[in-house]
């Protein structure tokens, strides 16, 4: 196992699903669309934080940890897990929610990750600027130091770039490796991996492990907060932290394989446009399956765009990875007035 010396936490019901969508498939007329449920992880309704959150929370173990701190989007899928998994762990926790979506209404500031956040009872402090990534983590390392005055050993979970370790992503390189022996054991081949592309953490993790096993598998990565140009950067540095964690030459990173899409960004972070909406309308539809508005929903419609183009071969196994976020869909009611 390519993550073995690292300390890992278990929180995940793993290995999640990587099953074809039939119907879907048969829509778009190939090629043969496949998805890896990381929905399906478990954790207070999974995601693909919870992978991320076995090799945080286990760096947390490490260093002798007793309380969780991060921030996010008021729906943060991130943040919902992240209190999720402290409770599981038995430690104090408190987040921070940050004002990303231009709306006041009460579904999104209450329902769905809001609400669960309560449930659970997390201590929540807010953040009114919405894009303000480094002042962000400051306030939480800020507070980090508060609670160490308080008695607690806190660990901070950081969403900047300028993360040090993202050990976060050493959760997708274990899921690569996953995928590998799931395609190795049914005899299908990958072909090409879809996916949301926002903190970079699944993107980097996904690159460096398919590096790591020397697979040559394009990963397409459709923004969903910056600009592709901002963000094919930002893939870049966390690959390379990763391989360098995982005590891989960096340089097999090699330019362009990183690759990012911004054409399902507008109108914006958490904000779905029309074909956003349609293709989460088309997957629920087609194959009961949900996706969110600010990742999953945009993700897949990136890939339905792909597949009309015909960017793929008909004989082409696509696999989408389902990063999660179906509680963030109750703070949307608008996806469904008038249906």
């Known amino acids: 196992m390519l993550t073995a010396k690292f300390t890992k936490a278990k929180l995940a019901h793993l290995p999640t699903p990587l099953e074809l969508m039939p119907n879907m498939t048969k829509k778009f007329n190939g090629p043969n669309l496949y998805i890896k449920r990381d929905d399906a992880t478990g954790l207070a309704f999974g995601g693909n934080k ?4 076995e090799y945080y929370v286990g760096r947390a173990l490490d260093l002798n940890a007793n309380a969780l701190l991060t921030t996010g989007a008021v729906q943060s899928n991130h943040v919902r897990q992240t209190v999720a998994a402290a409770r599981k762990m038995g430690w104090h ?5 940050e004002h990303r979506v231009d709306t006041h209404s009460k579904e999104y500031q209450e329902s769905g990750n809001p609400y669960l956040n309560k449930l659970m009872s997390a201590k929540v402090h807010t953040y009114d600027v919405g894009e303000d990534e480094l002042g962000a983590d400051k306030a939480m390392y800020d507070r980090a130091e508060e609670l160490k005055a308080e008695g607690y050993n806190p660990f901070v979970i950081p969403l900047g770039a300028t993360d040090k370790t993202p050990w976060g992503s050493l959760g997708y390189v274990e899921c690569v490796e996953e995928m590998y022996l799931q395609s190795k054991a049914t005899g299908i081949p990958i072909d090409a991996i879809v996916l949301g592309t926002g903190s970079a953490n699944t993107h980097a993790g996904v690159m460096a492990g398919l590096i790591a096993l020397d697979l040559d598998i394009p990963v397409y990565g459709f923004c ?3 600009d592709q140009e901002a963000q094919t950067e930002r893939v870049e540095i966390k690959t390379r932290k990763v391989l360098r964690m ?15 899409s911004d054409w399902v960004l507008a109108p914006g972070y958490g904000v779905p446009s029309e074909k956003v909406i349609e293709a989460i309308h088309t997957t629920a539809f087609e194959e009961g399956i949900l996706l969110d508005p600010t990742y999953t929903g945009k993700a897949m419609c990136g890939l339905i765009r792909m597949v009309e183009n015909g960017q793929f071969k008909e004989t082409d196994n696509v696999v989408f990875i389902h990063t999660g ?6 703070g949307y009611p608008e996806l469904v007035e008038g249906k």
């Not at 919870?50 to 959150?53: A, E, K, N, P, T």
């Not at 926790?93 to 929610?97: D, G, N, T």
């Not at 891989?248 to 690759?259: Q, S």
């Open 93 to 97: 926790v408190e987040v921070q929610l």
């Open 50 to 53: 919870v992978r991320q959150l």
């Open 224 to 226: 969903v907060r910056r």
């Open 246 to 260: 995982l005590d891989i030459d960096e340089n097999k990173l090699k330019p362009g394989m990183v690759k990012c």
């Open 325 to 330: 976020g179906t509680p963030s869909l109750f």
